[in-house]
């Protein structure tokens, strides 16, 4: 009896092995919130659980959608848990002043033992929301808010791309989180793809005063338009996937990949399909079976200087960016909203000013 007990249990444990191995087991997720239809805490449950099924760390983009997406996401961390971290809107400052007021909130009820870090904006200079000046004193504020009104030690960093973290910017991150996406540089095969995003990593860990870099987001969208050589199908994202993955484990590189669903599947919209798995939870075959058995490191490593060997200004976001629209021939094209407020560095919310604000009611289940 206990031999076959034994073998039972040593077949369900290779069963979930290879389940896990099958789908691919993935550093780091981003789990984005259709802020136009807040889930309960319910689906985010769920959800989660789908995606723990390949990693056990997710990251969000901010908490004053939905009356404070980060109160549910934070306690379903905790209930299932994983690993959160959480990102905050620098701009405009009355957002960020609410961001703020979240965090207090989440501290004062189920407080934070899920979260292992917090961004300060993603994409924002990419996007030219703020300078780097303005930015990087908004993290140095919110690090003092946390530190001061919070009590906590948690690392504050930022996400952007590989080129828009100068010297200020990372003197004012613990952490760096960077973005590369092919697709949308207009790379098409997968081994330059590949050599792009970690020539820009290695460069990145260069000039980061050894300070912790992260691949804040990767990824590749299964429908949408082309962007020079590089095409949004499955069959692109199934090929650069475990070359990606496989890289990324034997360099020892943590990154998140972009997303863990579509936005929304039926749209035919290049920024509603970056998800793993379609918008009603259905895995995508693409994200197919693979392991990194046989995988051996396969970039080098770029020149010594501030950009990789064989950069050009032609391959960062800003050859499909005009300050306000992505310049493709997409009849729905990307639109970033404009902001009034103020990018100069002297940020006048204070943390006190933060915390003594009425505050909203949380969003509890």
Not at 164 to 176: G, T, V
Not at 355 to 361: E, L, P, Q
């Amino acid at each position: 009896m206990k031999t076959y007990q034994s073998f039972l249990l040593l077949g369900i444990l290779f069963a979930f092995a290879s389940t896990a191995a099958g789908q691919g087991h993935l550093w780091g997720v981003a789990y984005g919130v259709d802020y136009d239809n807040c889930p309960s805490y319910d689906k985010i449950v769920s959800d989660l659980k789908i995606v723990q099924t390949y990693t056990n760390r997710i990251r969000i983009y901010a908490c004053f959608y939905c009356n404070n997406i980060c109160y549910n996401v934070t306690k379903a961390t905790q209930q299932l848990g994983m690993e959160l971290l959480i990102g905050l809107q620098p701009a405009p400052e009355n957002e960020w002043n609410w961001e703020l007021l979240m965090l207090q909130q989440i501290q004062d009820t189920i407080g934070f033992g899920s979260v292992v870090g917090i961004t300060v904006g993603s994409e924002t200079l990419l996007r030219k929301d703020m300078n780097s000046s303005s930015l990087s004193q908004v993290i140095i504020k919110t690090r003092q808010f946390v530190r001061e009104n919070l009590n906590l030690s948690l690392p504050i960093g930022s996400a952007d791309t590989f080129d828009r973290f100068d010297d200020l910017m990372i003197n004012a991150c613990d952490e760096i989180y960077i973005n590369a996406f092919p697709y949308w540089e207009g790379i098409n095969p997968i081994d330059v793809a590949l050599q792009a995003m970690f020539d820009h990593y290695d460069v990145s860990v260069k000039r980061a005063k050894g300070k912790p870099v992260y691949f804040g987001e990767m990824g590749w969208p299964t429908v949408g338009y082309p962007i020079g050589e590089a095409v949004a199908t499955p069959e692109r994202l199934q090929a650069f996937l475990r070359p990606f993955v496989c890289e990324a484990r034997l360099r020892n590189v943590k990154y998140y990949w972009f997303s863990a669903f579509d936005r929304n599947s039926k749209s035919g919209y290049v920024e509603d399909n970056w998800g793993l798995y379609t918008s009603d939870g259905k895995r995508k075959p693409a994200f197919d079976t693979f392991n990194c058995d046989d995988w051996v490191i396969s970039v080098t490593t770029p020149n010594d200087n501030n950009k990789p060997s064989g950069w050009t200004e032609s391959l960062t976001h800003d050859a499909d960016y005009d300050g306000n629209n992505i310049k493709t021939s997409d009849p729905n094209p990307r639109t970033y909203p404009s902001t009034s407020t103020s990018t100069s560095s002297s940020t006048s919310t204070s943390a006190t000013t933060a915390t003594s604000t009425t505050a909203a009611t949380v969003a509890t289940d």
